[in-house]
């Protein structure tokens, strides 16, 4: 049963990282993009 226990908390901890790694590449993104905006002064408030 621990065993059991240990690999589902593997796998959840695996998925977590994965969709953590996938956000923080969006929000790089997303700043680049919102500092790119605010340089042409297309910031719109």
């Known amino acids: 049963?621990?065993?059991e226990n240990k690999r589902m908390l593997?796998?959840?901890i695996?998925?977590?990282?994965r969709?953590?790694?996938?956000l923080q590449t969006?929000?790089?993104k997303l700043i680049a993009e919102i500092k790119k905006s605010a340089k042409?002064?297309?910031m719109v408030m």
């Open 26 to 28: 969006q929000e790089k």
């Open 19 to 22: 969709e953590r790694q996938g």
């Open 14 to 17: 695996r998925e977590i990282e």
């Open 40 to 42: 042409q002064g297309q």
């Open 1 to 3: 049963l621990l065993r």
């Open 10 to 12: 593997d796998k959840s």
